[in-house]
């Protein structure tokens, strides 16, 4: 329960933080400087700044011009809330905590990415929802830090490995010259990291493909980066689960709008939102649906 109700806190704070970009983003604006009402552009207090708090206080109008507060601001940071406390509350459920352990810190560090991952899904979908749009700003400098931090992650890893094999003689003997063991479980360390590079080219491709074979009018670049981006972070099988889960929702949805006259067929609608919910469902719960997919046929 105390690590959820944190991670809401912490999740309230990020939806604030990622609809400010978002919004930046969309407009040209510098992410740097100080935040500001988006229609009166006066800037605002440390004390107009607290997460759905200041809303409600403010009756869900700004302080100084009086006008409404769009409603996509609180909704964000709920949102955002519940997906981060879910992923603390996942993440501790079953852990033993020491004062210092070398699995904590791998546990905190792919939290934090996993974490990371929610904060630039959410931007994404938002600009995707309001223009169409999936910016570079934020999608290419995420798929940079991503790709910088697993490959960090996976060194630390291996380092570690190393260490704990050269504190003990049997450990030294594991060791090369003397064993190919540590170089087979460094392989098996970096799979993470390997299936990751792979997968987020091979989305990236594929999604490319695409564009080539409809003359631009099935999916945009954008959609190519977030594919990457998502291949990168997800790994094999995640990845391609999440690929599924994104056509089957979006074809489920557009569907439903050409059922209700919303749509017509032919039209388009962004397709990131969908790659953003699928992503998120198998991050949440990718392995036990494959699991029980893979129990269907045993």
Do not use: N
């Not at 699995?103 to 929610?118: G, M, N, R, S």
């Not at 080539?212 to 977030?226: H, N």
């Amino acid at each position: 329960m105390i690590f959820g109700s944190a991670g809401f806190l912490i999740g309230i704070v990020l939806g604030s933080f990622a609809k400010a970009l978002a919004d930046r983003s969309l407009v040209g604006k510098s992410f740097w400087g100080r935040s500001y009402c988006s229609q009166c552009k006066k800037t605002l207090r440390w004390y107009d700044l607290f997460p759905i708090l200041s809303f409600v206080f403010l009756q869900g109008k700004c302080r100084y011009c009086k006008k409404k507060i769009p409603l996509e601001y609180p909704i964000t940071e709920v949102i955002l809330g519940i997906l981060i406390a879910y992923l603390f509350a996942q993440t501790f459920a079953d852990f033993k905590f020491t004062v210092y352990s070398f699995q904590l810190t791998v546990l905190l560090a792919e939290l934090v990415l996993k974490t990371f991952f929610i904060v630039i899904l959410a931007m994404l979908c938002m600009t995707d929802m309001k223009k169409m749009l999936i910016p570079d700003r934020i999608v290419k400098p995420a798929i940079l830090i991503g790709a910088i931090s697993l490959l960090a992650l996976t060194i630390y890893k291996i380092g570690y490995l190393y260490y704990y094999l050269s504190q003990s003689v049997l450990g030294r003997l594991l060791l090369p010259p003397h064993s190919d063991y540590f170089q087979r479980h460094a392989l098996v360390i970096a799979e993470p990291l390997i299936y990751g590079v792979l997968m987020g080219l091979a989305i990236g491709g594929f999604f490319f493909c695409l564009i080539v074979l409809t003359k631009g009018k099935g999916m945009g670049g954008g959609d190519v980066k977030l594919g990457a981006f998502m291949g990168l972070m997800l790994g094999f099988p995640l990845s391609l689960l999440a690929l599924i889960l994104s056509f089957i929702t979006g074809a489920v949805f557009s569907v439903g709008l050409i059922i209700a006259g919303k749509k017509h067929f032919g039209q388009t609608i962004p397709f990131g939102p969908f790659l953003v919910l699928g992503s998120l469902i198998a991050l949440f719960w990718g392995s036990q649906i494959i699991d029980w997919y893979l129990k269907l046929g045993s």
